[in-house]
């Protein structure tokens, strides 16, 4: 049977908003102070990164929020977040297969990094993996009473093992310079439902 991904997108959206809802604020404000006990903001201001899961938010939500809160203590002006962009596409899939069995990423039309800003391919916006990060960023700012740093997301697709050579990557590598930087990945996304 054939994967509809247009139909798994919207009902993992589904799946985030229900969530959301059901942890309503008192429960976002909890597993925000639940990532109180990890005091992360030090790393990134030695220039290291946080990695943080985008899973379910009840069992995940506190370890987004720790990241949250590393970014807002580290004193930046400027967030990079560097996300992963799912293939919920046929066409995507097919090129992701493609790079991974040693096809030329270069002639793949996906190949390069997308974001808020950024001309070209708009894929990122359906993408659910930074959907938590925005939802506990905007509680805990709204907490605190602050704006907070600017916030740069980017979704790369087709690394192909070489990011060096992802067309946009010299922007990522300018932002960096005067940045924190936090990512998401899942130590799921492997295995038998992902080929």
Not at 22 to 30: F, N, S, V
Not at 93 to 110: M, P, S, Y
Request: aromatic share 8%; charged share 25%; glycine share 10%.
């Amino acid at each position: 049977m054939k994967l509809d991904r247009e139909k798994l997108r919207e009902e993992i959206h589904q799946l985030y908003a229900a969530e959301h809802a059901a942890l309503g604020e008192d429960g976002t404000l909890r597993l925000l102070e639940q990532a109180r006990q990890w005091d992360l903001a030090p790393i990134l201001q030695a220039g290291g990164v946080i990695v943080f899961p985008h899973a379910g938010v009840a069992n995940c939500g506190h370890q987004i929020a720790a990241a949250v809160h590393a970014c807002l203590d580290s004193g930046a002006d400027r967030v990079l977040v560097i996300s992963v962009l799912h293939a919920f596409t046929d066409e995507m899939e097919d090129a992701r297969i493609r790079v991974a069995n040693g096809g030329d990423v270069t002639r793949e039309k996906f190949w390069g990094i997308q974001g808020p800003s950024l001309a070209g391919r708009q894929e990122w916006r359906h993408d659910h993996a930074l959907i938590s990060f925005r939802h506990f960023w905007q509680a805990e700012t709204k907490r605190r009473g602050i704006q907070g740093p600017e916030v740069i997301e980017r979704y790369p697709y087709l690394a192909g093992g070489k990011p060096e050579i992802l067309p946009g990557i010299e922007e990522i590598w300018e932002i960096a310079k005067d940045a924190v930087i936090v990512s998401t990945a899942d130590s799921f996304h492997h295995g038998i439902g992902y080929g």
